[in-house]
């Protein structure tokens, strides 16, 4: 978590711990304490930490930014405070929240002609951090000359404003996933988890949790189609994994009869992007992104072409799975998945509406009526409820 003092325009970092972990039957750790800190912590200096800075990840929605020369967004990614601006030219702006000088923040700062100045002392940095006036000097210094800020390069694409906080003075490629790259297709999902980004991650890419967090309350008649069907007539489906240069592809082995499988098949890709089954495959090109915000807070964007309509037709009538209907399915934001309006909180953009302090809006009389597996309303309120509950950072 960020605290202290400034160096550099950088917050100090300080890791979260996550602590005791569950035992085997042997007594055993499937992760020691060190082993899941290594995993899970994402600051500065930190194994992961750098390993996150060597990609291009989303950092927010160009809709956060509508507008040049318009309001600074705080964004917090990978432990580290940062201020978002479009300059007056259009381009994003990604730099050190704390001005060099006396580290005052440049939320306050004036977003005019080309880049922030520091209402402080004047100072003012445009997009590459470099500091372009300092009007608290005469007019012969060139001290101007010795001070940048931490400044982190920024791409637009489909919606997505991508960064990337490496360390090589030429970043690599932007990634090719193929949802962020069609036409007239632009992101406009993103939700923040109260949580580690391993652990929500973790259960995106969990492809059993389905038939039962989703697809519980469902029985092989109510399924309309083969993609429920037989994930509500075998629940304990057998496992593959390859291996690839750029993660994994897995599928779930469901048995379909006759000595026939059902394969539910999904892909990790490194750092941190999924891409979970949407039923026949080529019909649905879509990924999800867990970027860490820090240590116990992540932000998920999700890119879908055609509209996912998972769930939305895919159950007899009178059936569906939590908060998913015909008349629910995207671009309409489906009950039970809305957020809050952002505010310019570290940790105030894309809450959701359906917050903790609310139980997530559970309804058990939901659930003893078969209207759900559990009683949340939707989907991601159910993924939301069992990845947040587990604590700020599970231990494994």
């Given at each position: 978590?960020?605290?202290?003092?400034?160096?550099?325009?950088?917050?100090?970092?300080?890791?979260?711990?996550?602590?005791?972990?569950p035992?085997?039957?042997?007594g055993?750790?499937?992760l020691?304490?060190?082993?899941?800190?290594?995993?899970?912590?994402?600051?500065?200096?930190?194994?992961?930490g750098?390993?996150f800075?060597?990609?291009?990840l989303?950092?927010?929605?160009?809709?956060?930014?509508p507008?040049?020369?318009?309001?600074?967004?705080?964004v917090?990614?990978?432990?580290?405070?940062?201020?978002a601006?479009?300059?007056?030219?259009?381009?994003?702006?990604?730099?050190?929240?704390?001005?060099?000088?006396?580290?005052?923040?440049l939320?306050?700062?004036?977003?005019?002609?080309?880049?922030?100045?520091?209402?402080?002392?004047?100072w003012?940095?445009?997009?590459?951090?470099?500091?372009?006036?300092?009007?608290?000097?005469p007019?012969?210094?060139?001290?101007?000359?010795?001070?940048?800020l931490?400044?982190?390069?920024?791409?637009?694409?489909?919606?997505?404003?991508?960064?990337y906080?490496?360390?090589?003075e030429?970043?690599?490629?932007?990634?090719?996933?193929?949802?962020?790259?069609?036409e007239?297709?632009?992101?406009?999902?993103?939700?923040?988890?109260?949580?580690?980004?391993?652990?929500?991650?973790?259960?995106?890419?969990?492809?059993?949790?389905?038939?039962?967090?989703?697809?519980?309350?469902?029985?092989?008649?109510?399924?309309?189609?083969?993609?429920?069907?037989y994930?509500?007539?075998?629940?304990?489906?057998?496992?593959?994994?390859?291996?690839?240069?750029?993660?994994?592809?897995?599928g779930?082995?469901?048995?379909?009869?006759?000595?026939?499988?059902y394969?539910?098949m999904?892909?990790?890709?490194?750092?941190?992007?999924?891409?979970?089954?949407?039923?026949?495959?080529?019909?649905n090109?879509?990924f999800?992104?867990?970027?860490?915000?820090?240590?116990?807070h992540?932000?998920?964007?999700?890119?879908?072409?055609?509209a996912?309509?998972?769930?939305?037709?895919?159950?007899?009538?009178?059936?569906?799975?939590a908060?998913?209907?015909p008349?629910?399915?995207?671009?309409?934001r489906?009950?039970?998945?809305?957020?809050?309006?952002?505010?310019t909180d570290w940790?105030?953009?894309?809450?959701?509406?359906n917050s903790?302090?609310?139980?997530?809006?559970?309804?058990?009389?939901?659930?003893?009526?078969?209207?759900?597996?559990?009683?949340?309303?939707?989907?991601?309120?159910e993924?939301?409820?069992?990845?947040?509950?587990?604590g700020?950072?599970v231990?494994?």
């Amino acid at each position: 978590m960020p605290c202290g003092d400034s160096e550099n325009g950088h917050m100090a970092y300080s890791s979260w711990s996550f602590g005791e972990v569950p035992r085997t039957k042997k007594g055993e750790a499937v992760l020691s304490v060190e082993e899941n800190d290594l995993l899970c912590q994402v600051g500065p200096g930190t194994v992961m930490g750098d390993l996150f800075r060597q990609y291009w990840l989303p950092a927010m929605l160009s809709s956060e930014l509508p507008e040049p020369d318009g309001a600074q967004v705080r964004v917090k990614l990978l432990g580290e405070e940062l201020i978002a601006f479009r300059d007056s030219d259009g381009d994003v702006g990604l730099v050190a929240n704390l001005c060099p000088h006396r580290g005052a923040s440049l939320f306050y700062a004036r977003n005019e002609e080309g880049g922030l100045r520091c209402v402080y002392h004047g100072w003012k940095y445009d997009k590459a951090g470099k500091c372009v006036d300092m009007p608290s000097e005469p007019s012969e210094s060139n001290f101007k000359d010795r001070i940048h800020l931490t400044a982190y390069p920024c791409v637009e694409r489909h919606g997505l404003v991508w960064t990337y906080m490496g360390p090589r003075e030429t970043p690599p490629p932007l990634p090719e996933i193929e949802a962020n790259m069609l036409e007239g297709r632009d992101c406009r999902t993103a939700m923040t988890r109260d949580c580690n980004w391993m652990q929500a991650l973790e259960g995106d890419i969990d492809t059993v949790h389905f038939s039962w967090l989703h697809a519980g309350h469902l029985q092989p008649e109510d399924a309309a189609s083969d993609f429920l069907r037989y994930q509500t007539e075998d629940r304990h489906p057998k496992f593959g994994v390859v291996d690839t240069e750029w993660g994994t592809t897995y599928g779930a082995f469901i048995s379909a009869g006759n000595d026939k499988s059902y394969l539910r098949m999904a892909h990790f890709l490194f750092p941190c992007y999924t891409m979970i089954p949407q039923g026949a495959v080529m019909e649905n090109r879509m990924f999800r992104a867990w970027v860490p915000m820090d240590d116990t807070h992540t932000i998920w964007f999700s890119m879908s072409e055609p509209a996912s309509t998972i769930g939305a037709n895919q159950t007899a009538p009178g059936k569906s799975l939590a908060g998913r209907t015909p008349a629910s399915a995207p671009p309409v934001r489906r009950a039970g998945e809305s957020v809050l309006p952002n505010s310019t909180d570290w940790y105030g953009r894309f809450n959701t509406s359906n917050s903790v302090a609310r139980d997530y809006d559970l309804d058990r009389d939901a659930a003893k009526r078969l209207d759900s597996f559990t009683g949340l309303p939707s989907v991601t309120m159910e993924d939301h409820a069992v990845t947040e509950s587990m604590g700020p950072g599970v231990g494994r």
